[in-house]
């Protein structure tokens, strides 16, 4: 790709940033919630592409500076410092335009989204239920790393520890973007607590990551729904049991079923009900985009089949191998406490030289 395509492609983008500035100004835009709100994340989506664009345009400048230098300098001692911060800067200049390319690929606009975080139990019986505990542990230790909240909505335990199914909101900057990757099963391999003769089994629980749906996303009529309420069950004192807080949302065109169980007004359980299932219904669209990138880019490693093996955790060897990018870590215990950054930022870099290859820039 040519410098000078690049330079075309941030004016564009910095004219865009300047105008979305103005919008946010004017005098009228507040009336319009919906409007206020997209311009609002758009123009904070851009900014980081300015800020490179203003740091290459800067390093530029340096760039033709030093070359004057050398071109007119006859002191020598001035034209070995302007050479060294030639080479520097020319090396700098390299490093900026690669991450430029990647600020320039179009963004999915759900990555700035919250998510919903889904781990249920697969194959393997109470063992399954037990990993499936273990990788809440592990995702919920991440969140706290990031700074993000969460928050369960359902949750059915597991008859030897763990659970069968939890469900959580994931709320913060970019959740959706960075826990996408995280679609799909995972395999466990180790001795499990039951097994008395020391037997190595593999198990495998599933994990189904949603970019939440905002209201203005999708509209549902409230004559499509058909609420139920009942008992909440499990951990929750005295109300447990007693008085119908749980609500269960049935979605009668599509059949979509969601419920919510973990408050205990059920007011609020109603309110938390309603968001996932606008979530839920807002992905069936989704999915559909998914799997249109997914045709084009065969080993895509964010999205596509949900039902695909993604990673093992191996407890003998102390490894965990990313099947997706052949990514293997000797660091087990590390990454089951919450360590799992430096896959995701090799699955970030694996999916944007993927896209590169199908930008213009190639």
């Known amino acids: 790709m040519s410098r000078n395509l690049i330079m075309d492609k941030l004016e564009g983008v910095k004219m865009r940033f300047e105008e979305v500035g103005r919008l946010l100004n004017e005098p ?57 911060e030639l080479d520097e800067l020319t090396g ?15 963004a999915d606009p759900q990555d700035t989204k919250n998510a919903i975080l889904e781990i249920r139990a697969g194959t393997g019986g ?3 239920s037990i990993f499936a505990g273990d990788l809440f542990r592990m995702y919920t230790k991440f969140c706290e790393q990031k700074g993000w909240k969460t928050e369960i909505t359902n949750v059915a335990e597991g008859t030897a520890g763990g659970y069968k199914e939890i469900i959580l909101d994931v709320r913060g900057d970019g959740v959706y973007g960075i ?3 995280e679609s799909g099963v995972h395999r466990v391999q180790r001795v499990p607590q039951t097994e008395t003769q020391g037997r190595i ?33 499990g951990p929750g ?22 419920s919510c169980q973990d408050q205990k007004s059920q007011i609020k359980n109603l309110e938390k009900a309603m968001s996932e299932l606008r979530t839920r219904l807002y992905n069936i669209e989704y999915q559909k985009y998914l799997d249109g990138i997914s045709s084009q880019r065969k080993t895509m ?11 093992t955790y191996n407890y003998p060897q102390g ?18 406490d919450g360590n799992i950054h430096e896959i995701i930022s090799q699955l970030q870099m694996a999916e944007n030289a993927e896209r590169l290859k199908v930008s213009s820039f190639t």
């Open 126 to 128: 109470d063992e399954a």
């Open 237 to 258: 004192g005295q109300s447990v049991n007693t008085t119908y807080s749980a609500v269960r949302l049935t979605h009668v065109p599509t059949g979509v079923v969601v």
């Open 319 to 336: 490894r965990v191998t990313d099947h997706r990018i052949n990514l293997t870590i000797y660091n087990l215990p590390s990454v089951l």
């Open 179 to 181: 826990l996408k990757y």
């Open 201 to 233: 089994h593999t198990s495998a629980a599933t994990v189904v990551v949603l970019p939440e749906a905002e209201e203005f996303d999708i509209e549902m009529k409230q004559e499509d729904i058909r609420i139920d309420r009942f008992c909440s069950s």
């Open 28 to 84: 009228g835009v507040m009336n319009d919630m919906k409007k206020y709100i997209h311009l609002n994340k758009e123009y904070k989506e851009l900014n980081p592409v300015i800020d490179a664009y203003m740091d290459y345009k800067n390093t530029l400048s340096n760039i033709d500076s030093a070359k004057e230098i050398l071109a007119d300098e006859k002191e020598e001692e001035m034209r070995e410092m302007a050479k060294a």
């Open 92 to 106: 700098k200049v390299g490093g900026l335009e690669e991450k430029l390319k990647v600020l320039l690929l179009p």
């Open 301 to 311: 490693v964010s999205t596509g089949d949900r039902s695909a093996k993604i990673r």
